[in-house]
């Protein structure tokens, strides 16, 4: 708690009025790849309690479209963003996605989703990855040619088998660590962009 408390990140964010520190996280990464264009539609997963939400639909604008979704409740969002409360490893819930989305297609789509971690990292990080290819999943069939799909995941020994899928399918795939990761963390986000059309 103490360091959640001290850590530069959270100070900022609650200074700033944003949702959480993760805000920063998106905003490296649209720095330095911009992933996220005014008039875009991207899907955000994992979207609780919006601190990536809110960044992006500040990017894509009043003409771009926003699709949020998590488990838990999460404050509406200003803007053409909309808000779906429910289990993102539901086909329901990813067809609800889906037809949501304007032109029935995404630019881009966000994961930050994490798994109820139980402690034991070989656990965590499997937990994590099945969360990941369910999302990368998802992607595939959501996004326009030319997409970009990004996820965060755990440093373990499945990392490289998800990357592999991904460059499958994608012009580029790979791992980065924002600075806003703490240190400590195992965590890593997989960027993955130019999304081959299905005759490439």
Sequence with gaps: MQRHVSDPYVQRAVAGGLRSRAAFKLQELQSKHRLLRPGARV???????????????????EKGQLVAVDLLP?????????????DFTHEQVQVQVRGALRGGAA?????????????????DHLRCISLCEEAL???????????MFCCKLLKGREEGSLRSAAAEHFESAKFIKPRAS???????????TGLRSPRQ
């Design 43 to 61: 899907v955000d997963l994992g979207a609780a309690p919006g601190g990536w939400s809110v960044v992006a639909a500040g990017i894509i604008g």
């Design 74 to 86: 999460m404050d509406p969002l200003s803007g053409n963003s909309l808000v779906i409360q429910g």
């Design 107 to 123: 630019d881009v789509v966000l994961s930050d989703m994490a798994p109820n971690f139980c402690g034991d990292k070989e656990t």
């Design 137 to 147: 999943s998802f992607a595939l069939r959501s996004l326009r040619p030319g997409g």
């Design 182 to 192: 703490r240190d400590s963390s195992a965590e890593l986000y997989l960027l993955a």
